[in-house]
């Protein structure tokens, strides 16, 4: 475990001698008014504000709602040690991903160590970063082969495994399928998530071994000088509900 504290301490010491090299930081932003039906079967609108720092290794997200007080969502200090990137925060997992993903397993990972080079990436997660680091929750780790990802996670509490592939997508014409795969083997679970795109649509289905068919979603956006326009939503086939989403937004 000191190898590990030493490793933390090594990373900002680094990224801190990279940030007096480089003191020029990229700020970047997103102001977004959303749509959704509530639950009384009325049409609400929430406000949301993210604003993006990244500089030299390193990277954090702030975000505010209305009537809110803004929260660092995400952070994460890394640097390239010959060769091989390294890097803490709460954003760094080696997990596959889709889009709906409502049923694949996504095992939780806040705050954590990883190590990539590569195509390969491992992530060892904390339980709880701010009272005692050497308690470790889980291991990560994930390999990418072109557009294919394989990638496995270990809880040290359950000592279950879960495994997952994802595909980025096969070219069909204009469009492209791809998605994700999970196995649970503990609770012996195989769930699984299509996405396909073309243009600025994007749609997909999910299931698992036992519901084959839980959820259709989709999406479709328009850029108009600047302003990110999207409509879109998801029906949950078992509980016969649509929920549709109206979303403006402007990039900064």
Do not use: C
Request: overall charge negative; hydrophobic content about 40%.
């Amino acid at each position: 475990m000191n190898r590990i504290l030493a490793t933390v301490a090594l990373v900002s010491a680094t990224t801190l001698a990279h940030a007096e090299e480089k003191a020029t930081s990229l700020i970047s932003g997103e102001v977004g008014v959303d749509f959704a039906e509530t639950t009384s079967g009325d049409w609400g609108g929430t406000l949301d504000v993210d604003m993006d720092i990244d500089a030299a290794g390193i990277a954090l997200g702030f975000g505010a709602k209305e009537g809110g007080s803004v929260t660092l969502d995400t952070w994460t200090v890394g640097t390239d040690m010959n060769g091989v990137e390294v890097a803490i925060g709460n954003d760094n997992g080696a997990w596959v991903d889709a889009e709906g993903e409502q049923t694949i397993n996504n095992p939780a990972m806040t705050e954590s160590l990883q190590l990539s080079t590569g195509g390969a990436t491992v992530a060892m997660g904390f339980t709880n970063w701010n009272s005692d680091i050497t308690d470790i929750s889980n291991i990560q780790g994930s390999y990418a082969l072109g557009d294919i990802t394989i990638a496995g996670d270990y809880n040290l509490d359950s000592e279950n495994t879960v495994l997952g592939v994802e595909h980025a997508g096969i070219g069909l014409g204009p469009a492209s399928v791809g998605g994700a795969l999970t196995y649970d083997i503990d609770g012996e679970m195989l769930a699984y998530e299509t996405v396909a795109k073309t243009g600025s649509i994007v749609a997909y289905a999910n299931g698992d071994q036992d519901d084959l068919l839980q959820h259709i979603g989709g999406d479709y956006t328009w850029d108009i000088n600047g302003m990110e326009i999207s409509a879109g939503g998801v029906y949950d086939l078992d509980e016969e509900d649509l929920k549709p989403t109206v979303g403006v937004s402007f990039s900064f």
